[in-house]
């Protein structure tokens, strides 16, 4: 079964991969374009494009969990994972300044210092930039894999914090952002438990 | 204490339902044939005068207002009033009024709105979320309602109260909140003319995700303090508590009027969006009261706002 998997998964060309990751992103344009939104289609865009976001960063901090639990490996797809994750941070972010908050930057200013859940979002971004930046071979080759690694584990702190950006959002304690946030804190933990493994190898 | 409206329209000047079902009928014959879909739904049943108090902003229409709630006894997402709501009996319903008041009771739905002038009022409504919509509804004066009951001197407050029926509001099945919902206003707030007890919009009776069958509507607050689905109204001595102000009362106070210079902890307060306006649409700035400032400013004359948010 494991086995069925993984070889179904290598015939899976990773630029397959980045096509599909794109769909839903092309499906929620096309619906904005089409009045497919509903009553609100900026806040709609705006929260959907957080909420994949947030499941392509999941998908990624499942990668090493899978693999070590169940055997199946999404190595490959690691690193389209990760970028189509960075990919609709930018848009989440763009659909905000441009259509949310529409440029007004003097309000945007203040939002930033004095909105705690839009300052930990941007956070997350800042920590998101330089991982996008060095996920290329090239840049893998040139920091050399060690400090590559130690580098991208910038992800978890990034992960957890647009976590807790999606429950600061909302009102009141509604169930989903938990169970967001339960989903990372969750494999985050599989990895602990990993820890001194780790330093071993 | 603001003077109680008293229009100078009669009942024999309201055109007869008939006449106007028909020419809706026409326009909406002519707009098919234009090609352009009507807004509001064709068949209309609840007559109401129009008022000085509406604003001529344009409208937001039947579709934007009844699939765009706030209303958590339905669920927490936009559209879960829409899709939840059907659930709720409305009749029959009654309303407890109680508290410090002359004649005390369970009055029956009908029996509440006996007697009180209806009327359509066109009203901005602002989301504390910093978005906004305008809605024609269709009301009476709370005022009207407390005067037939008779406030007694020593009553400074009025409390609502929400059903809690948690069979047919699916949310209130989640302890996210205390339920039932509870709201408040000051005497001078709650008689004051802006503010009424809505029973319908754009000339139906109120849909259910609205808040069904007779809510609140304080058109200079936060679109939370305007109660829906109520059954219970008690004039008391002591502020009342209200659900959000006890959730989280560094985010939401007991007057939550509408004020661009106080900003919501989480986010600025000083431009709102319009509901409806589209993808591309410019966020306006928000009034002081929502833009009715020269109608209620007087009732926080020396209060500090910031203070009291």
């Known amino acids: ?201 | 204490m603001a003077e109680r409206f008293r229009p100078d329209l009669r009942w024999s000047d309201v055109t007869p339902r008939d006449a106007w079902l028909s020419r809706r009928r026409l326009i909406a014959a002519g707009g098919a044939a234009a090609g352009i879909a009507l807004a509001a739904p064709a068949a209309a049943r609840i007559e109401a005068a129009p008022s000085r108090w509406s604003t001529d902003e344009r409208q937001n229409s039947f579709e934007d207002i009844t699939r765009y709630n706030n209303f958590y006894e339905f669920g927490t997402g936009k559209e879960d009033p829409a899709a939840n709501a059907h659930r709720l009996t409305t009749d029959p319903w009654a309303v407890v009024i109680d508290g410090l008041v002359d004649r005390p009771g369970t009055y029956d739905l009908a029996d509440v709105l006996a007697g009180q002038p209806m009327e359509e009022r066109i009203y901005r409504l602002r989301c504390v979320e910093a978005w906004s919509m305008v809605v024609p509804w269709i009301g009476f004066e709370l005022a009207g309602l407390l005067s037939r009951v008779g406030v007694q001197p020593s009553a400074k407050y009025v409390a609502f109260q929400t059903l809690l029926r948690p069979e047919e509001m699916v949310g209130q099945r989640s302890r996210m909140i205390d339920w039932p919902y509870v709201e408040g206003l000051r005497l001078d707030e709650a008689m004051h003319p802006l503010t009424i007890l809505a029973t319908g919009l754009y000339g139906e009776p109120m849909p259910n995700q609205n808040g069904a069958p007779i809510r609140l509507v304080v058109p200079w607050k936060y679109g939370f303090k305007s109660i829906k689905s109520i059954v219970r109204i008690s004039l008391t001595a002591d502020e009342p508590p209200c659900t959000w102000n006890v959730l989280q009362p560094g985010e939401y106070g007991f007057y939550a009027n509408v004020n661009p210079e106080v900003d919501h902890p989480r986010w600025s307060q000083a431009t709102e969006r319009r509901i409806g306006d589209g993808l591309l649409a410019r966020r306006r700035p928000t009034l002081m009261f929502n833009g009715y400032a020269e109608h209620v400013a007087g009732l926080y004359a020396g209060m500090d706002l910031a203070r009291y948010y």
Not at chain 1, 62 to 89: D, E, K, N, Q
Not at chain 1, 132 to 139: E, F, I, N
Not at chain 1, 152 to 162: E, F, K, Q
């Open chain 1, 1 to 201: 079964m494991v086995q069925a998997i993984n070889a179904a998964l290598r015939r899976l060309p990773v630029p397959a991969v980045y096509l599909l990751a794109a769909v839903p992103g092309a499906w929620l344009v096309a619906l904005a374009f089409t009045g497919g939104l509903g009553v609100d289609p900026v806040k709609r865009l705006e929260r959907e494009l957080g909420l994949l976001a947030l499941q392509f960063l999941i998908l990624g901090l499942a990668v090493t969990p899978l693999r070590r639990l169940a055997g199946i490996s999404l190595l490959r797809f690691r690193r389209a994972l990760g970028l189509s994750a960075f990919g609709y941070v930018l848009l989440h972010v763009a659909v905000w300044l441009a259509l949310d908050m529409q440029f007004l930057w003097s309000q945007i200013a203040t939002d930033l210092v004095r909105r705690p859940y839009i300052t930990i979002g941007m956070a997350a971004l800042a920590l998101l930039v330089p991982l996008a930046l060095t996920s290329t071979d090239r840049a893998l080759r040139r920091m050399g894999a060690a400090a590559w690694a130690r580098m991208h584990r910038l992800v978890y702190p990034a992960t957890v914090t647009g976590g807790l950006h999606f429950v600061m959002v909302v009102k009141a304690w509604p169930l989903e952002p938990f169970l967001y946030l339960a989903a990372i804190l969750a494999l985050l933990a599989l990895r602990l438990r990993r820890r001194p493994a780790l330093a071993r190898g």
